[in-house]
């Protein structure tokens, strides 16, 4: 393991390096509640996770030391949220790479309004457009390499990690996370509705080629690309909803799920008049109290110090 250990380091600690954190944080926030505003569709989906994620995210990234003058990559960086908080982690350069054109353009709009903001004005960020599958970045071109919520998107991804693995300098570490569907628990455990509705949308995922079980699979990905797993480490989430007069949870996955209404329907997850009742059903579900428990994972791997950088 290289310095990149994911436990409190130096640039974690001082209360003025944290102070300045938390500016930047809230004008990221305050950026990313105005992509959530304007945002349509798909996009909106994901600024909408961006946002509900942070917590999450930010204690990750927050935790890691990431030693100055890194070369930082985010890989399938979306809205450049992470991108933006690892470089706000000290003295690194930090480059976001997706494949999608309004994320980055969003991103860079995000990224703008930052550099306006004294506490994030010296962030060093760049947004570039390239496939997971073909890095646009010759071989060692980074000290670390983050990965979030992409690998389960993906029809190849031990293509993917052979990639993250050739862009990584010798002695540097990988970390990629994401979700598996088996480390969620809830009480009551979910409706039949919902779980009806989960499925599909699961199922609709796995058509287009992903994996919502990807987390188990991570590390062996890695391994198999040339990097030397450790540590894993679960990222456990937990929340308590009292029940919601407003109906704000429900809302969002009710426009989630219908957002995916028709992907659902054109693989034959579910008929027409399936999805329809479930959704009916789940819409007008009593809101008791209710618990819900789920984790992520997150794999960190480094590359031998010996390993040739790739071409
Ligand atoms: C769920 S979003 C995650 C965004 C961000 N990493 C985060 O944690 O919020 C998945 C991102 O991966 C990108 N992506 C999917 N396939 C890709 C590919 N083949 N090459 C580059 N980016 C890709 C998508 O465009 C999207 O922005």
Request: some cysteine.
């Amino acid at each position: 393991m290289t310095s990149f250990e994911a436990t409190p380091g130096p640039a974690a600690s001082g209360s003025r390096l944290l102070m300045g954190r938390q500016s930047m944080w809230a004008a990221l926030d305050e950026a990313l509640n105005n992509e959530v505003a304007s945002a349509t569709d798909d996009l909106r989906w994901l600024a909408v996770q961006t946002v509900a994620s942070a917590p999450q995210r930010r204690a990750l990234i927050g935790s890691l030391s990431i030693p100055p003058g890194s070369r930082v990559l985010d890989v399938g960086c979306g809205f450049g949220a992470a991108t933006m908080e690892l470089a706000g982690q000290g003295d690194v350069a930090a480059v976001g790479v997706d494949s999608d054109g309004d994320a980055l353009e969003a991103a860079r709009r995000i990224s703008s309004s930052l550099a306006r903001s004294p506490s994030s004005a010296s962030l060093r960020t760049a947004f570039v457009s390239g496939d997971v599958y073909a890095l646009p970045f010759p071989g060692g071109s980074f000290d670390f390499v983050f990965s979030r919520f992409v690998f389960q998107h993906l029809t190849d991804p031990l293509r993917a990690a052979g990639e993250v693995a050739r862009v990584l300098a010798s002695g540097g570490t990988a970390c990629v996370v994401d979700v598996d569907d088996g480390l969620s628990i809830s009480d009551p455990a979910p409706s039949e509705a919902f779980a009806t509705l989960a499925g599909a949308l699961r199922a609709a995922q796995a058509a287009r080629g992903g994996d919502r079980f990807i987390g188990r699979r991570l590390a062996g990905l890695l391994d198999r690309s040339g990097l030397v797993p450790g540590p894993l480490i679960v990222l456990p989430q937990a929340a308590y909803h009292r029940p919601d007069p407003a109906g704000a949870e429900r809302s969002l996955m009710l426009e989630r799920l219908r957002f995916a209404r028709s992907g659902i329907l054109g693989g034959g997850h579910l008929t027409a008049g399936e999805f329809d009742r479930a959704l009916a059903d789940f819409a007008g579900e009593d809101q008791g109290p209710s618990c819900e428990i789920e984790a992520h994972l997150a794999v960190f791997a480094s590359k031998p110090h010996d390993a040739p950088p790739g071409p």
